[in-house]
């Protein structure tokens, strides 16, 4: 059975920062460096949508444009854990982020086979 775990999210002022992880477990997942690691967003009332992804050992990252420069996405491997360090928060950041596992480069939803359950962000102006 195949876990990926999200902590880390909370209550923030605008302009202050999170940071979330991502614990992954189970005997059939193996290791995180076996995998394009995403973090993708939902807020109220709309779709799923991508943050930022990771893969190859961290030689590629992309970062949808609303995050960028203020997202930053890395892992480790030997916690099997990957992370989404969130400064300069916004209102408009307000979502439940879910952490997700593929085997291929991607930044849509359907090449992602494996998710966590989401984690509450709230930023508050």
């Known amino acids: 059975q195949v876990q990926l775990v999200e902590s880390g999210g909370g209550l923030v002022q605008a302009g202050g920062s999170l940071r979330l992880s991502c614990a992954a477990s189970?005997?059939?997942?193996?290791?995180?460096?076996?995998?394009?690691m995403a973090w993708f967003r939902q807020a109220p009332g709309k779709e799923r949508e991508f943050s930022a992804a990771?893969?190859?050992?961290?030689?590629?990252?992309s970062y949808a444009d609303s995050v960028k420069g203020r997202f930053t996405i890395s892992r480790d491997n030997a916690k099997n854990t990957a992370y989404l360090q969130m400064n300069s928060l916004k209102p408009e950041d307000t979502a439940v982020y879910y952490c997700?596992?593929?085997?291929?480069?991607?930044?849509?939803?359907?090449?992602?086979?494996?998710w966590g359950q989401g984690t509450q962000v709230t930023v508050s102006s």
């Open positions: 189970g005997r059939t997942f193996g290791t995180i460096s076996s995998y394009c």
């Open positions: 990771i893969c190859w050992g961290g030689a590629r990252t």
């Open positions: 997700a596992a593929g085997t291929v480069w991607a930044t849509t939803i359907p090449q992602y086979i494996y």
